[in-house]
């Protein structure tokens, strides 16, 4: 088995749980509750699952963007959430990002050269002499060129506004890269495109990947293992051809069957699950599932599943796996 | 204007005057609709597909938008000659329209079941408690759980899928001929999106209702339309019934998107994406508006624009190569369709 | 059908048909759509008129002053506008046409000083409020709120007076009472942009908090600000008038408009040009910025919202 580059452990994130100076006390949104996976080193780990589940929020945690409320991240054994400010600016160099839209991910007041360049000067990898020309190497390697350095973002489209972002992300030359939704704003044609970028980077710079997505057509063409997502939690883990076509968790049938194919032979969806997602802020009880799922006993809304072995490499979290 | 046809576009151009030219959003669609038929209109942002919806119910702003020229028929009688107070009839009662965010097309400061009676009030002309009992009826028939309670709802307290159900319940309380969805499940997860797509599915078989589904997603479409037309740059590039259109598409567009969907059986494949960007609108390529994409661009696809070809009764195709097309499958990943990045 | 009209809008506006073309819109034609939204808005073409004028005035007033602001002429005291004397002369003869037309330097000089203090002391602190948020933010919001409680005018001149009659105190106690009107502008743009990916990005990269406030919150809140400072400025020039109207800014025989009105003042029922004419100038100025606020504003937020 490949060695474990990342590892997460009992992840946990609460919004609005922390009582800030003279506000009122809120119910805290449960975004990510206890969550454990590892990613091996040049694997793409494939994080999907419905809007509120907790995936962007596991990736924003990871990159540190957000503070996790409880939990440990091991990078290279080493736990990024006990490192104080001047060691994680170390680790950054090693964890990057690149995030779901590129409209708002570039300053839209900087050229290409200021935005790009940020992480290089920040981390005195560049001067202000030899940055241009770091910039433009950078560029390229996304698909973009000369002629693009000196551009502002509204000058781009969401295509080239996501290379950029690409760019910016493998300015430090990292070893993960976590992707949240890369693709979900553009068009199609224009994801295949960057899909394919992502794919090539992968293999030339040896990276890894937490692929967020709600795409599971495209975490399929990406991803080597995906872990399923759910209200916080992940439900199934597994390498990703198995768990595409031999699912184990209700949900994860449910939701791959929810599928449009696009080919009109296809029945459509079999399993139409019934009700919408119940809120983070109020899980049911018990398996977080069951009040959507066909096969919920009273067990299921009793205690709640630990994610178990249910073959090689493949877990989930279900009383009565499929 | 063939009887059977409840709605008939013939060569509508549809102009927007901007500081720095004209944006040409979309010019000469011509497209039919016809009686309990669904038709996708399909195409990626830009292409002019819901300023089309937005031009049949007569909503588009004018300064900047402009009907440069063009017919809209609907029941045999031109929308664009109707007045703005005709319009207003036709809109809801015999036309409706659903928008991809059902939150904003809901007042966040009205609970949804006044809303809901006021629309239904002014649809059907009934009295408030008539209209209330529509209400509910048509909340019952998007199988939303306890349509009592919904009604008393506001906005912001229910979610996206529910929100959508609440917009169909309204749209089809008027009995509407024909229903105009804009993107409506783009907003929603996949497993509510599967939800609703059956329930716009199975209620407008029941009301007999026409629908034109406007979508960027060809899985959409698949599962949902009878008949299917792809536009790019403001111009249809291909007509033809969803099966045929799946199995035999002919326009290079079409193939190009097809081939941009991750396909679970060549994992390791790239993906045939589309080299290039959407034109410019105020000054689009001449001749096809495609050809700078192209793979299988000759000399005369920049030098005039391509006349429909049938290929079949209802299998239209806007390319000269139209009938050389279906030889060659397996071109559209090669060649210079597929963006070779780097 | 809000949604409707809102996609119609952005249609014929920026979104249609795609990123290519509002870029052309944006940089390539930056300035040309500036001047021909400045061309559709003839109010603000007013006061943008009225403050280069003053500008102008200030700039040439050694050309355009026919006498010395301050030389005196007790044989030709509280003359009426004549030829010689365009505006009249005042109690000690001096004439005030060439008063106000040195005036007009003190007036920019308040403007652009208290605008520069409190914008840039205000900002910083909105900017950091906003952006570390928390503890800080909630005492640092609390302190401007118990500054913004005071009518501004009495707390200008309770400050003036603290700090003696002057000009330059009566700047620094202007400045002082504007500061929170900055702080809150920039506090609500920084809580905005905070949220913004590229801010979230600015983190991932190792950016620090400073490097954050100083690259993307204060660039990012630059416009709003301009619209703000635009309509400070005459707030400033007005406050600073009544200092000195009641004796507590610019001190005879320094030409500030407000010290002038002051002087007229005991004149007002026989010889009203004393005070009519420096009045006619701050109100003019007044009116000048605010309606080139107005319509900053007007330019700059379709584009915000981009």
Sequence with gaps: MAEVLLEVKNLVKHFGARKAFLEPVRRPVRAVDGISFSVRRLETFGLVGESGCGKSTTGFCIARVDDPTAGEVYFEGMDILKLGATEMRGIRRHIQMVFQDPHSSLDPRMTVLKSVGAPLLIHGLATRRDVREKVLRL???????????????????????????????????????????????????????????????????GLSYIFISHNLGVVRYLSHR????????????????????????????ALLSAIPVPNPRHDGAEIILKGDLPSPSRPPSGCRFHTRCDAASALCAEKEPDLREVGEDHLAACHAPL | MNAANLLEIHGLHLYFDTYLGTVRAVEGLDLTVSRGETVGLVGESGCGKSVSALAILGLISQPPGRIAGGKILFKGE??????????????????????????????????????????????????????????????????????????????????????????????????????LADEPTTALDVTVQAQILRLMKNLVKKMNASVLLITHDLGVVAQTCDRVAVMYAGQVVEVAPTEELFTDPRHPYTRGLMGCFPDPNRQDAELAAIEGTVPDLINPPGGCRFHPR???????????????????????????FARQASDDHSEGGTGKGVAVLG | ??????????????????????????????????????????????????????????????????????????????????????????????????????????????????????????SFLGAVSGYVGGRLDTVMMRVMDMILAFPSLV??????????????????????????????????QALVLREKQFVKAARVIGAGDLWIITRHILPGSLSAVLVLATMGMAEAILLAASLSFIGLGAQPPEPEWGAMVAMGRDYLMDQWWLATFP???????????????DGLRDILDPRLRQ
């Design chain 3, 1 to 122: 059908m809000q949604k409707s009209i809102s996609t119609v809008a952005s249609a014929g506006g920026g979104v249609y048909p795609g990123a290519p073309r509002r870029g052309k819109w944006f940089k390539d034609k930056e300035l040309g759509y500036t001047v021909h939204l400045i061309r559709q808005n003839p109010l603000m073409l007013a006061g943008l008129m009225i403050i280069i004028l003053l500008v102008v005035v200030a700039a040439l007033a050694p050309w355009l002053a026919p006498y010395r602001p301050t030389s005196v002429d007790l044989g030709g005291r509280l003359s009426p506008p004549s030829p010689g004397h365009l505006l009249g002369t005042d109690e000690m003869g001096r004439d005030i046409f060439s008063r106000i037309v040195y005036g007009s330097r003190i007036s920019i000089q308040i403007a652009v000083t208290v605008v520069a203090i409190a914008g840039v002391i205000g």
């Design chain 1, 226 to 253: 995906t872990a399923v997502m759910h209200l916080g939690k992940i439900v199934e883990l597994g390498p990703t051809p198995v768990l595409f076509a031999r699912p184990r968790h209700h949900y994860t049938r």
């Design chain 3, 279 to 293: 009045g006619i100038a701050i109100f003019m100025v007044a009116v000048g910025f605010n309606i080139l606020g």
């Design chain 3, 155 to 188: 707390l200008a001149m309770v400050l003036a007076a603290v700090l003696g009659p002057s000009l330059t105190n009566a700047l620094l106690a202007v400045s002082f009472v504007q500061i929170p009107k900055y702080a809150r502008l920039v506090r609500g």
């Design chain 1, 139 to 205: 560029l390229e390697m996304v698909g973009l060129g000369v002629q693009h350095l000196d551009r502002y973002p509204h000058q781009f489209s969401g295509g080239q506004k996501q290379r950029l972002g690409i760019a910016r992300a493998l300015a430090l030359n990292p070893e993960l890269v976590i992707l949240d939704e890369p693709t979900s704003a553009l068009d199609v044609s224009v994801q295949a495109q960057i899909l394919n970028l992502l794919r090539r980077l992968q293999s030339e710079l």
């Design chain 2, 78 to 179: 031109d929308l664009l000659k109707k007045s703005p107070a005709e319009l207003r009839n036709i809109r809801g009662k015999y036309i409706s329209m659903i928008f991809q965010e059902p939150m904003s097309s809901l007042n966040p400061v009205y609970r949804v079941g006044d809303q809901m009676v006021e629309v239904i009030m002014l649809h059907r002309r009934v009295s408030r408690g008539e209209a209330r009992k529509i209400a509910l009826e048509m909340l019952h028939e998007v199988q939303m759980p306890d349509p009592e309670a919904v009604m008393q709802k506001y906005p912001f307290e229910m979610s996206g899928g529910m929100l959508q159900r609440v917009m169909i319940a309204m749209e089809l309380s008027g009995k509407p001929d024909l229903l």
């Design chain 2, 294 to 320: 192209c793979p299988r661009a000759g000399d005369i696809c920049g030098k005039e624009g391509p006349g429909p070809v049938a290929i079949s009764d209802d299998h239209v195709v806007h390319c000269f």
